[in-house]
Antibody
Framework: EVQLLDSGGGLVQPGGSLRLSCVAS????????MAWVRQAPGKGLEWVSS????????YHADSVKGRFTISRDNSKNTLYLQMKSLRAEDTAVYYC????????????WGQGTLVTVSS | EIVLTQSPATLSLSPGERATLSCRAS??????LAWYQQKPGQAPRLLIY???NRATGVPARFSGSGSGTDFTLTISSLEPEDFAVYYC?????????FGGGTKVEIK
């Protein structure tokens, strides 16, 4: 069974940093693109970042470019999202997702991890 | 950036009825459109990819159609578990974008 376990969320002050992790199992992680998608409380879905299977190609939304970095360690079956200079508007549940391509479609998704940016 | 507009925002229907959800793109996405279902407190689930292909394990009552700028998700006969929020997503151009969602609620 394919499983994605997101973790690393929490409460952080504006301007702070946080690193999210997503541990994958049940498939050959190194063969698939991965992505992060977020959802602010009570709002819709917003794509954040994508990374190719080998990790050589990454894409980021303009809203996070220069502040967030997606990466992966295929030896550990783990996806990361390094977030810095966090803002209140980054408050959201962050989901990792397995992609057929870097652009999707995304299936399945992790259970999500909540990031709250507040003083 | 390609904007996806979903309509209606809310659809109030009874179990057994047919649901028709629309997703319109601000420019052509060819057939690179997916549909996801999200229930409260849960992660989204892929239903349809590339406009009309059902994902693994998705019941046949879900179908997708369309190309270019106009797309439709149809649920032929609503089951109690189908009441949820549905999102479309385009993968034709960067940045990837999602529609604002359609909530299918019990009438």
């Amino acid at each position: 069974e394919v499983q994605l376990l997101d973790s690393g969320g929490g409460l952080v002050q504006p301007g702070g940093s946080l690193r999210l992790s997503c541990v994958a199992s049940g498939f050959t992680f190194s063969n698939y693109a991965m992505a992060w998608v977020r959802q602010a409380p009570g709002k819709g879905l917003e794509w954040v970042s994508s990374i190719s299977a080998g990790g050589t190609t990454t894409y980021h939304a303009d809203s996070v470019k220069g502040r967030f970095t997606i990466s992966r360690d295929n030896s550990k079956n783990t996806l990361y999202l390094q977030m810095k200079s966090l803002r209140a508007e980054d408050t959201a549940v962050y989901y990792c997702a397995k992609g057929q391509y870097t652009s999707g479609p995304f299936d399945p998704w992790g259970q999500g991890t909540l990031v709250t940016v507040s003083s | 950036e390609i904007v996806l507009t979903q309509s209606p925002a809310t659809l109030s229907l009874s179990p057994g009825e047919r649901a028709t959800l629309s997703c319109r793109a601000s420019q052509s996405v060819t057939s690179y459109l997916a549909w996801y279902q999200q229930k409260p407190g849960q992660a989204p689930r892929l239903l349809i990819y590339d406009a009309s292909n059902r994902a693994t394990g998705v019941p046949a009552r879900f179908s997708g159609s369309g190309s270019g700028t106009d797309f439709t998700l149809t649920i032929s006969s609503l089951e109690p578990e189908d009441f949820a929020v549905y999102y479309c997503q385009q993968r034709s151009n960067w940045p990837l974008t999602f529609g604002g969602g359609t909530k299918v609620e019990i009438k």
